[in-house]
């Protein structure tokens, strides 16, 4: 019934910018910390962003200055604003909610970023 529902992806160029959004359900959403992570071929799954349940953000420092998550709990769903791709921003982009020994992922959205 948990659902974590990705959607915002796709093809731009280096510089441009995207904003991916997440929509959960079946959870408390405002109890969960909530996190974006991608996922490039050949590489591990890394953290880019995260925000816990009273609005601190952490962001991984290929993001930092470049990137913003966000949420609204009234709309069940975290952002990630992404400006200035890069083409090592290419990646598939997951949403995850965290709560204890909880933790559910989305399906991933593909950001493609080319000239």
């Known amino acids: 019934q948990v659902q974590l529902v990705e959607s915002g992806g796709g093809l731009v160029q280096p510089g441009g910018s995207l904003r991916l959004s997440c929509a959960a359900s079946?959870?408390?959403?405002?109890?969960?910390?909530m996190g974006w992570y991608r996922q490039a071929p050949r590489k591990e799954r890394e953290l880019v962003a995260i925000?816990?349940?009273?609005?601190?953000?952490g962001y991984a420092n290929s993001a930092k200055g470049r990137f913003t998550i966000s949420r609204d709990n009234a709309k069940n769903t975290v952002y990630l604003q992404m400006n200035s791709l890069k083409p090592e921003d290419t990646a598939v982009y997951y949403c995850?909610?965290?709560?204890?020994?909880?933790?559910?992922w989305g399906q991933g959205t593909q950001v493609t970023v080319s000239s």
């Open positions: 995850n909610a965290d709560k204890r020994s909880l933790n559910y």
């Open positions: 079946g959870i408390i959403f405002s109890l969960y910390t």
């Open positions: 925000i816990t349940t009273s609005g601190v953000t």
